[in-house]
Each structure stands twice: as C-alpha cells, then as structure tokens.
C-alpha cells in the first residue's frame, strides 16, 4: 500500500543471428586405371565446414526479436537487471514492486516522465520543462545522510504552471526496499523543504522561468514500494504557498501515481 505524507492534506537478445552456411565439397573423382576406379575424396557424401568438421543444419529463424532501447543497450531495471519484455515493450512476469532486486521496472526519466512541453494534468496546463535521471547525488546533503546508502538512483523533473508564476520539482528516488523508503519518508520534515529534498532542476533559459533561491515551498512524500515520489512546489516570485502551490503539488504527484499504477502490479 502507498504512503504519503503531506501535513496540510493528503493528495487527494538480441536479435535472432542468421544462419551461417558454408558449402561442403564433395569430390568424387573416377578415374578408370587397369579397369579399376580408384575414388579420391574426404569423406565421400559428408559435408564439411571450413575446419573439416560437419556443416551444421540451417537453423529456422526466430519468429521475434529482442526488444532493444533506442541506444541498442537492453534497458535495465531498478536492480541492474534486464527486464523480460512483452510485445508492448513493458516488462512481463512477476515483478517485485517492493524489493530492488526483484523489480524489473525501467528507471529512467524518459521512462516515467516521457513527454516535455504542454501537459494537461487534472484539467490544469502546465509546462514540463526538463527531466533527467542521475545519481543519488541530486538529493540534498541532509537527504543523502538519511538514505544511508540505502539510495540506488533518482530521476528527476522541472515544471510550470501555465502562468509561470509557480514551478515545481517532481522527482522519484530508488532504494533498496519498501523498508528503506518508509524510513525515510519518515524521517523528512512534513510539508517543509530545509534543505532535505531533491535540487531543482534549473529550468531552460528559453523557458523564462527561474527558481528562487530561497521561499516556502509544498512538498508531498509517497512511498510506493521501493519508491519514494516526492513533488515540491515553489512560488516563482518566493512568496508563500498558496491555493496554486497546493494544486500544483497534488498534480504533479498524480503524473508519477499514474504511472506508478501501470506498472506496480504483478
């Protein structure tokens, strides 16, 4: 079951190789001596490879192909793995939502977070500006001592409201566990950023929108298995949240919940 905490209000083969073929020689020579015929040949009636040994059958091409990442490198999930992938290119079987190792999720921003630009989330516009996945080293000071090393990577995510007067951090983090995830959701402040987050990503400078460097902020924490969503929203102009800030936060939690609820079930 999902966790999360918001102190105001709760979110409402590669592919198939083809056959080698090399063509055995057989040679019969007669050749008619005294009456006789004298047969020269190697191995008279057998085929042979290019070191004498038998030519292996043609073996029937594979009805499919692996499924490949556009780099050509098989995605791994979040425990290094490489998920076993279905027609849809989603990973199949069982997965282990709750266990690292286990899970066979891609994790990566273009994953999760696939479009940028105009997004329409809960009937609001926003603007996805950025996205990137990284290192545990995107968490903040405070928030790397409380993971413990238990942190294995974290994506993140820069957005706008429609009239860039709010932008917001939405970012999910990969532990361990569901035990390491819970740990730390409890150990962050409630609906407060002191510096025990994730860092903004800094926004594109075609975008004209900016983080200031210091304003109350609304955060939400969710603990989805291994998972940690945390969805932080800041004024543009470093005033106090507001009725915007909450929207804003509950949304940009629900585009990863969204996704979440695709791929979390065995």
């Known amino acids: 079951m999902d966790s999360q905490n918001d102190a105001l209000a709760p979110p409402p083969q590669r592919s198939g190789r083809s056959p080698w073929l090399v063509t055995g020689i057989t040679a019969v020579v007669a050749i008619g001596v005294i009456g006789g015929l004298l047969s020269i040949s190697g191995n008279s009636g057998t085929p042979t490879g290019p070191m004498g040994g038998k030519t292996p059958p043609i073996p029937t091409l594979p009805g499919g192909v ?13 425990g290094g793995k490489t998920p076993a992938t279905g027609a849809s290119g989603k990973p199949t ?66 957005w706008a409201n429609s009239g860039k007067t709010h932008v917001g951090a939405l970012s999910v983090v990969s532990l361990t566990d569901k035990p390491a995830a819970t740990a730390l959701q409890d150990q962050l402040s409630d609906d407060r950023s002191k510096g025990q987050y994730v860092s903004f990503l800094t926004p594109p400078s075609s975008s004209g929108v900016r983080v200031p460097a210091s304003a109350p902020t609304w955060v939400s924490t969710t603990v989805s298995g291994h998972y940690m969503v945390i969805a932080e929203v800041v004024r543009v102009d470093g005033g106090a949240k507001d009725a915007t800030s909450r929207e804003m936060v509950n949304d940009l939690r629900a585009v990863a919940m969204k996704y979440v609820d695709t791929v979390s079930t065995p």
């Open 93 to 158: 079987g069982k997965n282990d939502w709750n266990n690292a190792t286990g899970d066979t999720t891609v994790f990566t921003a273009d994953e999760w977070f696939p479009e940028t630009g105009a997004r329409t989330v809960e009937a609001r516009s926003y603007q996805h500006l950025a996205k990137q996945t990284g290192s545990c080293t995107a968490a903040e000071p405070e928030m790397r001592l409380l993971m413990k090393g238990t942190c294995i990577k974290v994506i993140q995510s820069v």
């Open 66 to 78: 692996g499924t490949k990442s556009p780099t050509g490198v098989p995605s791994t999930g979040a």
